[in-house]
């Protein structure tokens, strides 16, 4: 009874396709997409900190002179790119919700300026505290997110208005 094993003896060469979105016309919308995840990736790496959604729009539609992106495509864009791990979100304790490139720099902490409410990226780690550390209590420390707040360099440069 044994009609010899029938096994297929190769696999399909590709598994199916799952991207096979036919109801959108693909070519078209796929170009334009990955278009927009380049600008806004080098918008994130070029960055002197992490970013707002409409400042990312603002440099997004000036990288591309003409074009009308709109913010929920830079939304859209924003968290494909997390998603590919290409960008993260950095919430500050200020509540402020921002997009950084994610990988390239490694650990870094950040500073906002009181003044105009920028962000900047500290390239050093103000925290001399070594991943592993024991806290007094038994906490052992993983990683942490420092925001220093203060004057940026621009701000302190103006005078400043004081009452006397
Ligand atoms: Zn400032
Ligand atoms: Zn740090």
Known sequence: MSSSAKIPARRPAKTASKTASKA???AKLGLRQTR???VIAAILE???GPLTI???HQQALKAQPGS???IATVYRTLNLLVENRRAQLVILPSGDTRYE???HKGHHDHFQCKTCGKVF???ACLLGLAHGAILPGGYRVEGHELTLTGQCPDCAAKPVKRMR
Request: aromatic share 0%; net charge negative.
């Open 36 to 38: 927009q995840r380049g």
């Open 68 to 70: 009308n992106v709109g």
């Open 121 to 123: 990226d500290i390239d």
């Open 101 to 103: 490139a994610a990988g």
């Open 54 to 56: 409409p400042e990312i």
């Open 46 to 48: 070029a960055a002197p």
């Open 24 to 26: 959108v016309a693909p």
